[in-house]
Nanobody, 112 residues
Framework: QVHLVESGGGLVQAGGSLRLSCAAS????????CRWYRQAPGKQRELVAT???????NYADSVKGRFTISRDNAKNTMYLQMNSLKPEDTAIYYC??????WGQGVQVTVSS
């Protein structure tokens, strides 16, 4: 049974930073591509960032240059460092492994 647990969300002012974590259990974490998605109220879930097993990364244009995805395979954990946050980054953020397994989501709210 794969289990993903996110943490690190919260309320921050525009221009601030947050670091999300996603701890995985029950899977060989290191061999899979990991992703962060987000869903804002009234909008579809969108892909934010991707990191492959080899460490290659890709980002949505809306977060490029501000967000950084990373992973620590020894800790079975992935991260999303979010800098220069904007009100439009407000959403529930979800981690994903293999495009199959999902975390429960963590709220990020950016005030103007």
């Amino acid at each position: 049974q794969v289990h993903l647990v996110e943490s690190g969300g919260g309320l921050v002012q525009a221009g601030g930073s947050l670091r999300l974590s996603c701890a995985a259990s029950g899977t060989i974490f290191s061999i899979y591509t990991c992703r962060w998605y987000r869903q804002a109220p009234g909008k579809q879930r969108e892909l934010v960032a991707t990191i492959t097993s080899g460490g290659s990364t890709n980002y949505a244009d809306s977060v490029k240059g501000r967000f950084t995805i990373s992973r620590d395979n020894a800790k079975n954990t992935m991260y999303l460092q979010m800098n220069s946050l904007k009100p439009e980054d407000t959403a529930i953020y979800y981690c994903n492994v293999r495009n199959i397994h999902w975390g429960q989501g963590v709220q990020v709210t950016v005030s103007s």
